[in-house]
């Protein structure tokens, strides 16, 4: 897929994202939908320091300790149009996202005109991206990273 499409796809994803994405999933009692059945996140500990690493080095000015954001909300642009950066714990919308396109948005940052993530590509290592999308993903609760697996492998599928 050309940078063009690439740029459009994650333009199209983040509103999407924002238009209706904004809640971890609640049940009827205001508690998170869950299995019962133990979560086996296959999360490597040490890729997941290294995550850490680089996140509190590069993405926690704007993202937050623990990925839980800044003051204010992540969904009303600024004077300049942009949204700010949300969290990416699983308060707002990054786990509704496949691992492509989180990946996609840290290497080529915010699609034109949404928000003012630079790009990444060229001073994180492919390594280090991905260590960070683990460091993210270990943050969320289990009954939304459960939501987040079905909804990775359905994009895995041909």
Not at 55 to 60: D, G, I, R, S, T
Request: net charge negative; glycine share 10%.
């Amino acid at each position: 897929m050309n940078k063009l499409k690439l740029q459009i796809l994650a333009s199209l994803l983040v509103g999407l994202a924002l238009t209706g994405c904004d809640e971890t999933p609640v049940g009827a009692a205001g508690e998170a939908r869950a299995e019962e059945t133990p979560l086996d996140r296959k999360l490597d500990p040490a890729q997941v320091a290294r995550g850490k690493a680089v996140y509190e080095k590069v993405c926690l000015e704007c993202h937050g300790a623990g990925g839980k954001g800044q003051p204010g909300d992540w969904r009303i642009r600024d004077a300049d149009g942009h949204f700010p950066p949300p969290p990416l714990d699983d308060s707002a919308h990054a786990w509704h996202h496949p691992t492509a396109v989180l990946l996609d948005v840290i290497r080529e940052g915010s699609p034109q005109g949404q928000g003012k993530m630079p790009a990444w590509k060229g001073k994180l290592s492919e390594q280090e991206m991905q260590d960070v999308v683990a460091y993210i993903k270990s943050l969320w609760s289990d009954p939304v990273y459960r939501l987040w697996w079905k909804m990775e492998q359905q994009s895995l599928e041909p």
